[in-house]
């Protein structure tokens, strides 16, 4: 294990020092800020770029009618106890549908070339998965997930009314992709034998690791000593334990399930179709986060440009 992290912050040291991205300014990630959205799914192609990268066949929602899908799909945001309406627009040949895990109920399909708009008002705060439930996991596979962001009333920078406070956040979904058996075929209009998932591509908010590790809305970069939100979204079909250097977190949310006594780690277990939040305080340096698990760590086999990030402390 000693080796196996040696490698690994070798490995980004290295990285960084190839790049001054580092230096970048914070940008704020796409994201949509009313409680009115509109959604389309599309089909399209999605690039994970670097060593192993490939361009995969996928559908996804994302918010212009005629742009290329977006893998994760926009991310949405709004207030406990907030209306919000979501307008589904489905402009592929086959049935999908839009579900929020935990808040939303209706599963029917949206016809192909058709429309569906869902209301609902938003339960406490926290991070919530939205995606497309039919056809096996095949729709969600390929793409079609996303990320619901519930903030505290007030938009305050607490996790959920009363809750603990942070001073900075970030969104991360991790997801896997089955580029041979699942992407190539049902891309190609084929029927995917769901019996067979070998993925070979994971990511971080749809990036390899090698663009994950230099993207301002992936990389939780700060001062020293102020403490970071991050909202953890597994939206793939494999669990994912997420390994932090530098410093412990907290634990304070798991799956919708306030912690009262938050608990400490430094790799946290997320379920497949799951969520989780935790508290992050920022230590002096540049410290990797990746995935406990050799084969996620890449992309087509490639490390580490599979589920990773950078951990900065300025």
């Known amino acids: ?89 489905n402009q592929h040949t086959i049935p999908h549908n839009f579900v929020v895990r935990g808040i939303t109920t209706d599963t029917a399909a949206i016809a192909a070339n058709s429309s569906k708009t869902y209301t609902f008002t938003t339960p406490k705060a926290g991070v919530y998965l939205f995606s497309d439930t039919l056809n096996n996991n095949i729709n969600r596979e390929m793409g079609l997930y996303g990320a619901l962001v519930v903030r505290a009333a007030g938009g305050v920078k607490k996790a959920w009314t009363g809750g603990p406070s942070f001073d900075l956040e970030r969104v991360w979904v991790v997801s896997d992709m089955d580029k041979k058996n699942w992407n190539d075929v049902a891309g190609a209009g084929g029927t995917v034998s769901t019996g067979t998932y070998k993925p070979n591509y994971f990511m971080m908010n749809g990036l390899g690791g090698f663009d994950a590790m230099h993207d301002p809305n992936s990389v939780l970069q700060d001062t020293t000593g102020k403490v970071g939100l991050l909202r953890i979204v597994n939206a793939g079909q494999f669990d994912q334990s997420l390994h932090f250097h530098a410093n412990h977190f907290q634990i304070v949310d798991k799956d919708g399930t306030r912690l009262s006594s938050p608990e400490p780690g430094d790799t946290i277990n997320v379920k497949a179709g799951t969520t989780a939040m935790v508290l992050f305080p920022l230590r002096k340096g540049i410290y990797p986060m990746h995935i406990h698990s050799a084969q996620m760590e890449t992309a087509n086999g490639v490390y580490l440009n599979g589920v990773a990030t950078l951990l900065v402390g300025n």
Not at 51 to 59: P, Q, S
Not at 68 to 74: E, K, Q, S
């Open 1 to 89: 294990m000693q080796a196996c992290r040696q490698s690994v912050v070798k490995r980004i040291r290295w990285l960084v020092c190839q790049s001054l991205v580092l230096s970048f300014l914070v940008v704020l990630p796409h994201t949509v800020y009313a409680a009115s959205y509109t959604l389309y799914i599309r089909s399209g192609t999605h690039t994970i770029n670097g060593n192993g990268g490939a361009v995969l066949k996928v559908w996804g929602y994302t918010d212009n009618s005629t742009a290329a899908p977006m893998v994760p799909g926009p991310q949405l945001q709004a207030l406990e106890g907030e209306t919000v309406t979501v307008t589904v627009y």
